[in-house]
């Protein structure tokens, strides 16, 4: 079961897209990289909140964004069930896809940044081979 049907099963309605994401700053721009800055997300409150370093899912439905801890399975990813983060739609100003470094995408990780109207942000990075995923995502916010 990915990603995607798990959330189904954790929000209990249809997700529309979704992407797997770390907070900005924990994932490597290109493989043997450094990290670049801290850790941190920032929570709809408006205060900074750390969310730890591991994978996520952004999951878009119909009336949210939610952010999804992700675990490991015994042979894949799997999601754990924990809710890190939501925001209504209707409070998301924009998702700004940006290339790290100014290289071309479909080598390394990309900056996602999840915008509210209240200016709070969600800066995350998408790996590489989610492109195409974030920008159904980030098309979904228009």
């Known amino acids: 079961?990915?990603?995607?049907?798990?959330?189904?099963?954790?929000?209990?309605?249809?997700?529309?897209?979704?992407?797997?994401?770390?907070?900005?700053?924990?994932?490597?721009a290109y493989a043997g990289g450094l990290p670049e800055g801290p850790a941190g997300l920032n929570g709809t409150s408006?205060?900074?909140?750390?969310?730890?370093?591991g994978p996520m899912f952004l999951?878009?439905?119909d009336a949210e964004l939610v952010l999804l801890a992700v675990?490991?399975?015994l042979l894949a990813r799997r999601l754990s069930g924990v809710v890190l983060a939501r925001v209504a739609r209707p409070l998301v100003q924009a998702i700004d896809l940006e290339e790290?470094?100014?290289r071309?995408?479909?080598?390394?990780?990309?900056?996602?940044?999840?915008r509210m109207i209240d200016g709070d942000t969600w800066p995350l990075s998408v790996a590489a081979g989610q492109h195409a995923t974030a920008a159904e995502v980030a098309s979904l916010i228009a």
Not at 46 to 53: E, F, K, L, P, Q
Request: positive net charge.
């Open 100 to 102: 790290r470094g100014g």
């Open 104 to 114: 071309s995408r479909s080598r390394g990780a990309v900056d996602l940044t999840v």
């Open 71 to 73: 675990g490991r399975g």
């Open 46 to 53: 408006g205060s900074a909140r750390d969310v730890g370093g």
């Open 1 to 28: 079961m990915g990603l995607a049907d798990q959330a189904v099963r954790i929000l209990a309605e249809p997700v529309t897209a979704g992407v797997l994401v770390e907070p900005r700053g924990t994932q490597p």
């Open 59 to 61: 999951a878009a439905t």
